[in-house]
């Protein structure tokens, strides 16, 4: 028996003309989390990212001498792309500001999206899937490896829902409740896999619960 512990990237840079970079507090999560791996004495076997630099750059804060294994089904959807297909590139000015706007819309963008009504840059719900999906059968081979996998809120939820057998619309609701650098266990056996633990911040807790952000 063996796990999969999928971690969300630590805060990007929401707002900016670059988002894909952690802020200076995504930093300071993902260092938190390698630290509290680091007391808990959690040993990983192999270490897998998407090539985001978020995502790499959250996987350096945890671990700055882990071996990189690349696999682009951990890459986030292009969010911006997304929405600008939702609405026919007739996008409000304040979308990717808004935290409260922005969230409002991707569900519904998603949602369409999940329906076949719109592809991203001709990538269809169904290709994103199958790419996750690949990911996750890749990552999880070798039963007995604990694995760290440093990944977006898309991805994590749709493997979640997958593992659930829950609707894919299920998929939205999880994504939109992600933390930056939450933990979501899985364990691996040669059977099954069986979620263990979903979106937990135990580096973020007490006098650090300000630190817990979503976007």
Same mark, same amino acid.
Request: zero cysteines.
């Given at each position: ?157 749709? !493997?979640? *829902? +997958?593992?659930?057998?829950?609707? %894919? ?5 999880? #994504? &939109?409740?992600?933390?930056? @650098?939450?933990?979501?266990?899985? !364990?691996? *056996? +040669?059977?099954?896999?069986?979620? %263990? ?5 135990? #580096? &973020?807790?007490?006098?650090? @619960? ?6």
């Amino acid at each position: 028996m063996g796990s999969l512990i999928l971690v969300r990237h630590g805060q990007a840079s929401f707002g900016a003309k670059n988002y894909d970079k952690l802020s200076e507090l995504g930093h300071l999560q993902a260092r938190l989390l390698g630290k509290f791996f680091k007391e808990e004495e959690v040993v990983f076997d192999k270490f897998f990212t998407g090539n985001m630099s978020r995502q790499l750059e959250t996987l350096r804060e945890i671990n700055q001498d882990a071996e990189l294994n690349i696999l682009k089904g951990l890459n986030e959807y292009d969010a911006e792309a997304l929405m600008r297909s939702n609405f026919s590139e007739n996008l409000p000015e304040d979308i990717f500001k808004d935290r409260k706007s922005y969230f409002r819309n991707i569900r519904s963008a998603m949602k369409n999206w999940q329906d076949g009504g719109q592809d991203i840059k001709n990538n269809t719900w169904a290709n994103f899937k199958r790419g996750v999906l690949d990911s996750l059968h890749k990552m999880t081979q070798n039963k007995d490896e604990n694995i760290l996998a440093i990944s977006s809120g898309g991805p994590i939820s749709l !493997i979640v *829902t +997958e593992i659930l057998n829950a609707p %894919s619309k299920s998929m939205i609701d999880l #994504h &939109l409740q992600i933390k930056n @650098s939450s933990i979501t266990k899985i !364990i691996t *056996t +040669e059977n099954s896999l069986y979620l %263990s633990e979903f979106n937990s911040t135990p #580096h &973020l807790i007490k006098d650090k @619960s300000n630190l817990v952000t979503y976007s």
